[in-house]
């Protein structure tokens, strides 16, 4: 069984997403999710490290985004080589246990992603969770994209789906 959870080749999807950066904690670092008239969507921004900063990233809004017999995540992309972090998130708060999976586009062709859903980690606030339960796919609510790891400068992330499978 497979679902799509957002189909950037949409205009609107994309409308559901909004930056948190590490302006949060006192960061410059900026970002945002656009509709590219090309049809797909694009994560861009720049990453800074003054004033301890160092990530960028966009979470969708929450809604009913789960499918219980999933396995795997699906993301058709392509980027800029640098590497990125897809957040699943099971509660509906801003500041709740977030699933993450790191990956790296390879290339400037799209590319479909399948990051296995057991291999996503918890984390809270940038830190590992080592006794959280595992990803439960029927409760996911929000998704995320995120670039930190001092990856300093300017970034861009084409995207057209999200996808459960």
Same mark, same amino acid.
């Given at each position: 069984? =497979?679902?799509?959870?957002? /189909? ?12 948190? /950066?590490? =302006? ?5 670092s900026r970002s945002k999710l656009r509709h590219d008239p090309a049809g797909h ?8 490290? $003054? ?5 960028a990233s966009v979470r969708s809004s929450p809604g009913e985004r789960g499918l ?50 057991? /291999?996503? =980690?918890?984390?809270? #606030?940038? =830190? $590992? ?9 029927? #409760? ?19 995207? #057209? #789906?999200?996808?459960?499978?």
């Amino acid at each position: 069984m =497979r679902t799509t959870l957002f /189909d950037f080749t949409d205009p609107s999807a994309a409308n559901a997403w909004q930056a948190i /950066d590490d =302006r949060v904690m006192g960061g410059i670092s900026r970002s945002k999710l656009r509709h590219d008239p090309a049809g797909h969507a694009v994560f861009e921004g720049t990453v800074s490290l $003054e004033r301890n900063g160092g990530f960028a990233s966009v979470r969708s809004s929450p809604g009913e985004r789960g499918l219980a017999a999933a396995g795997t995540c699906l993301i058709e992309l392509r980027g800029d080589n640098k590497q990125f972090k897809l957040s699943l998130l099971t509660g509906d708060g801003f500041d709740s246990l977030n699933y993450q999976a790191s990956f790296a586009p390879k290339g400037t062709e799209w590319q479909t992603l399948q990051l296995l859903l057991a /291999d996503f =980690r918890a984390s809270f #606030r940038g =830190r $590992e969770v080592p006794d959280a339960p595992p990803l439960d796919p029927a #409760r996911i609510r929000q998704v995320g994209l995120m670039i930190a790891a001092r990856q300093a400068g300017a970034f861009a992330l084409d995207i #057209r #789906r999200i996808g459960l499978a």
